[in-house]
């Protein structure tokens, strides 16, 4: 097995195969079915519930929020939580039978859209409860009892958090180290552990907390399942659960308030668990499938919120961006005159499009329910918040030295106080969360070419004598050399009304046709690379990266085709048709690249630069290694007391007032909580 696969075999196991049609997959070998993109018209009631809300939600911010003091203080004030509570912000996903408003995804993604507009963080901090905190599990996998206990709760007045991630384990999630034993008596688990990042930890009241948990592996009626082993006792395995973790618990610390380049306001913390005491009826679901509870929940933020912020995010800039490029002189001409800035802003415009359009389309293909969109909640993910940085570096790189300067600087000698550099630290973040892109990219290849290694995977497997060997090679022969001369041979486009605009026919014709070549490169590189395929991320970069301008692309004329036809937009096309020349160059490089294996040697310098090949490159500075960078022992001495000062205890402890010890301080001074 590869070193790929070993490295997410608990991935591997907690995943389940995909259960619904997905267009990428399809795509990815050959055959797209365009069918799949073609959902159904948004009810009108619905988008007017959402339409409506939005008002609400504009007012309430145009005249209770102040996005300046947020980045300021470093905080979102109580006041603000509570009147997003009041509206129900806080509960748009949630059943209206359990207090929430019921929205569908496409007025979530609506909603934080627009709340991103004007703070990306609170539309993060908005998000997090209904994406990964305790709401998402307990209604796809909680039990009647937690759904009436929890939902109204989260809905209407406790905020909650999402406890994953941990110091040694990131985006492989599989590795969690903490620990939740069931006691001798099996009335609780005691939880020991620490874990990092955890977005609204300082001010949630609950928390979604997937640890390991000691069990005996028990058959029944054919199906395994995970029983607690009580003190670990006899123990098969420790394996991932899920849990409502109560914040006010006795052992639950915060011992940090984290900080970070940009975002300031969220709320992020390095916590631990000491002997926490969890009730067993607080487990959600199934013992043992904790892991593959997160990954799926995990979905809903890469596919619906990540792009709603960054979508936000990038069309905050864009009105000030033209702004600027028409108001600003230079050398007597304006920036808008300016064929390099009119490049520059034309190529803005068609991927704040693009972006529009992917978003839109993931967001109503969640709501169908009929569809696994695993594959194209990542690209979504991926595609928005790596092309909303660069919009936002072209943005600042239209204002220029006033796009370097923060916004309370410009403010204070009259200037307009856009805050462009904050948008571009901010957006930094969204590459990063829920999913980095270096993560992702290996994950949407494994996911969307799952029938082809799976297959091959005997074949590669290493213990197969001679004579298996050969029949496992005539085996995928029987089965690759008709797949093969059938990606030869163009496949017909659907029927619709939609298919028939020439636009959408034009777009749709170069997809299946660069679908079918992409294929033939896929499988050329797996029968290059055999078992070392699954290593190769050179290959599986490029190969999501046209997959994701492919769906980018038929998203792109979906949307003008349906804004034309709805709203009477023709200049849409202009966009789509700009951001077309722009995907088809990165997909013909990528084509061309696959074979050429051109970061060879690139791969191999960075290897020997890991051995200390290259000292040369440190000549000439004060040098000085990671670990130089700790703190000296004194200063470290001190930090545990420091920290002691600020944990939270369960008799500070409330939804939105400050710890003591935050009260102390000045606002300013973000470094504890």
Known sequence: MSTLIKGFERIEEARERLTGASFL???????????????????????????????????????????????????IPDAVIRGLFKLGAFGMKIPKAYGGLGFSYTNYGRVLTLIASWSNILALTVAVPQSIGIAMPILLFGNEDQKRRYLPLVATEALSAFALTEPMTGSDAANVRTEATLDANGSHFLVNGEKLWCTNGPIARYATLIARVPARRVVREGQTLWMPAPEGQGADDRVHTAFILDMSTPGVQVRQHCQFEGCRGIENAHMTMQEVQIPVENVIGEVGK???????????????????????????????????????????????????????????????????????????????????????????KIFCSEHTIQFLRDAQILFGGMGYETAASKMARGEAGFGI?????????????????????????????????????????????????????????????????????????PTGSTFAHPQVQSVARYVERTSRRLAREIFYAMVRFQAAFQDEQRVQNRIESIGEDLLAMIATVLYAEQQTRLEGRTTVWELAEAFHVAARKRITQRL????????????????????????????????????????????????????????????????????????????????LS
């Open 25 to 75: 997959a399809g795509l990815f070998d050959g055959r797209p079915d365009f069918e799949l993109l073609l959902t159904p018209p948004e009810p009108p009631e619905e988008r007017a519930a959402g339409m409506a809300f939005c008002k609400q939600v504009e007012t309430f911010l145009r005249q209770e929020v102040d996005p300046d003091e947020i980045e300021r203080e470093a905080k």
């Open 290 to 380: 904790g892991l593959k509870y997160a990954l799926t929940i995990l979905n809903v933020g890469r596919g619906i919120s990540i792009p709603a912020i960054c979508l936000g995010m990038a069309k905050q800039a864009w009105q000030p961006t033209l702004d600027r490029a028409n108001g600003r002189v230079t050398f007597h001409k304006p920036l808008a005159e300016r064929q390099t800035q009119q490049i520059r802003l034309g190529d803005m415009a068609a991927h704040l499009f693009a972006m529009e359009a992917l978003s839109v389309l993931v967001w109503r293909l969640a709501d169908q329910h009929r569809h696994d969109i695993r594959i194209e909640a990542a690209v979504a």
């Open 421 to 493: 550099e904050q948008l571009v630290r901010d957006a930094e973040m969204y590459r990063i969360g829920e999913g980095a892109t270096d993560i992702l990219r290996p994950f949407i290849v494994r996911e969307g070419l799952s029938h082809h290694l799976d297959r091959a995977k005997p074949f590669y497997s290493g213990d197969l004598s001679i004579l298996d060997q050969l029949k496992q090679f005539v085996k995928l022969g029987g089965f690759y050399a008709p797949w093969y001369l059938r990606h030869w041979v163009r496949h017909s486009l």
């Open 592 to 671: 061309r690249e696959i074979r050429r294996h051109c970061d060879g040697v690139t791969a191999e310098t960075g290897q020997q630069a890991l051995k200390g090949y290259y000292p040369g490159l440190s000549d000439g500075i004060v040098h000085r290694r990671l670990d130089d960078y700790r703190r000296k022992q004194a200063v470290s001495e001190a930090v545990p007391m420091a920290m002691a000062s600020v944990s939270l205890d369960v008799k500070d402890r409330s939804l939105f007032a400050p710890v003591k010890a935050r009260q102390a301080r000045d606002p300013r001074d973000r470094s």
